[in-house]
């Protein structure tokens, strides 16, 4: 049942007693049974199947536009093609004296005659001429308004306009109504949608080539790290190793706050307030969280990402995890309240740096069938090209369980590698029965993530952590590693 059908549900009952409800409830089973005409029921509510889809399409926009028609031969060789032909050169534009003449410097933009081979073919305008080699237009060097487009789209090659824009985002639309994918799109719409569409709901089916411009720069871009450390690490009643045990039970052996506290008082004797271990976690993650930015690895070759979702508050959340096949590593994470579009390239970002100086060659990234991933790829690579790069995601999809197709098949192994990666954050967090608050989670995945790429024995990496930090060399008790991170990172 639906959650607010209970409330709905809660609320009659409290309007009814005993007795009204015995005699509501015959009624209600006419009404289920279709014998009272008189009481009418909400209209069954079907969704046409286009309505307010969410896709992405794959392809990304071109950022500079098509050229008329493919390379071509140049002047001269069309020149002796014609001579070849027809015995004869083509001769040069004879020109009346006084007449308007081309800009000397101007040449065909097709096959480069040079300017005695060209004539106006604008009058006084002047900002066009004909090649009498290849019989193509082309403009001449006059200044003319720049197009402002900055997008074309990849399958008409029309350029794209600016459709809808806020803080984080810019989105661009292929206009043309003989576009592929716009006729295609259009012809897949059921008779019904087709009603819709006349009736208004235009917006509501998404037909034309959109393409999604992240701000990258943007300050706002949504990437979940702590802040505001309740205690000031330095100013602390307990000593150090104190702080040390306290993340080692809580996060290393994932034991909730008051478990950790109950462990330091009956094993070691030590006596702290449940409230105080929940503030040293969230200071600590405070301090940490850019030190294990920095100390992460930048993704190569292979890699898995995928979201798994959090309760918090009672609510359904989201953690977002990428891991390296090589290193076993975290190499970028995000928690966001949706699995929309919105949170992904903050955490493309965290995993790659900025587009504009990707730290990464060309990877593989294996994820499920979102197209969060696949807006915040083509996004991501795209700005990488407009900023002067090249792209360097190449995402793989990796849809269900069974292996329908072959690309599914073939990464299946890296889906697997984030699975396991999930099932270890869920054993370390699980025990909190939820997280109370968004920051709260914050603090302990960043944690986390420290714990897992800094200190955590790997089988498969010999018994090592996926990441060898110099100053952990050498020690081997977490309290000890913990504190000494904590140093690093002061
Ligand atoms: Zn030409
Ligand atoms: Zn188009």
């Given at each position: 049942m639906k959650n607010d059908l209970r409330k709905l549900l809660r609320w009659v009952c409290r309007k009814l007693t005993y007795n009204d409800l015995a005699s509501v409830v015959p009624v209600l089973l006419e009404v289920l049974n279709g014998s009272r005409q008189d009481i009418e029921l909400k209209p069954q509510e079907v969704r046409p199947p286009h309505y307010r889809q969410f896709r992405?399409?794959?392809?990304?926009?071109?950022?500079?536009?098509?050229?008329?028609?493919?390379?071509?031969?140049?002047?001269?060789?069309?020149?002796?093609?014609?001579?070849?032909?027809?015995?004869?050169?083509?001769?040069?534009?004879?020109?009346?004296?006084?007449?308007?003449?081309?800009?000397?410097?101007?040449?065909c933009r097709h096959c480069h005659a040079p300017v005695r081979y060209l004539y106006l073919n604008n009058g006084k305008l002047g900002s066009q001429v004909q090649c009498k080699i290849c019989k193509r237009t082309s403009p001449t060097d006059k200044p003319r308004r720049e197009s402002k487009a900055r997008y074309w789209c990849p399958h008409c090659g029309y350029a794209l306009f600016r459709w809808k824009e806020d803080g984080l985002c810019t989105a661009f639309k292929c206009p043309n109504d003989h576009c592929p994918v716009y006729v295609r799109n259009l012809a897949q719409l059921t008779p019904e949608e087709h009603a819709m569409r006349k009736a208004g709901n235009t917006s509501q089916f998404k037909l034309r080539y959109l393409f999604r411009e992240y701000h990258f720069a943007s300050q706002d871009l949504p990437l979940k790290r702590p802040e505001d450390a309740p205690v000031d690490l330095n100013r602390i009643h307990h000593s150090l190793h104190t702080l040390g045990l306290c993340l080692t039970f809580s996060i290393s052996l994932g034991l909730s706050a008051r478990l950790t506290a109950q462990a330091l008082e009956r094993v070691f004797g030590i006596r702290i307030s449940h409230q105080t271990v929940v503030n040293y976690i969230k200071a600590a993650a405070c301090q940490l969280a850019d030190f294990t930015d920095e100390n992460s690895p930048v993704p190569e070759g292979t890699c898995a990402a995928d979201e798994t979702y959090i309760k918090i508050g009672g609510k359904t959340r989201y953690t977002w995890l990428v891991i390296t096949e090589t290193r076993r590593a975290i190499c970028g994470y995000n928690l966001s309240e949706t699995r929309g579009a919105k949170p992904t390239p903050g955490f493309t970002q965290s995993m790659c740096a900025p587009p504009a100086a990707p730290q990464t060659d060309a990877l593989e990234l294996g994820t499920d069938g979102l197209p969060s991933y696949d807006s915040a790829t083509v996004a991501y690579n795209t700005a990488a090209v407009v900023a002067g790069g090249e792209a360097v995601l190449n995402k793989r999809t990796v849809i269900g369980l069974k292996n329908l197709d072959p690309e599914s098949e073939t990464y299946r192994v890296y889906k697997q590698l984030i699975e396991r990666l999930n099932r270890t954050y869920k054993y370390h967090t699980r025990p909190r029965a939820g997280f109370k608050s968004f920051d709260g989670a914050t603090a302990l995945t960043t944690l986390f993530v420290a714990y897992y790429n800094f200190m955590r024995p790997h089988g498969s990496l010999g018994g090592h952590p996926p990441v060898a930090i110099a100053c952990l060399k050498g020690k081997r008790l977490y309290p000890d590693m913990w504190v000494e991170l904590l140093r690093q990172a002061a």
């Open positions: 992405v399409d794959p392809q990304p926009p071109l950022c500079e536009p098509l050229l008329p028609h493919a390379p071509q031969k140049d002047w001269e060789e069309l020149q002796a093609d014609h001579l070849r032909a027809t015995g004869k050169t083509i001769a040069k534009v004879a020109r009346r004296t006084g007449s308007p003449m081309p800009p000397e410097k101007c040449r």
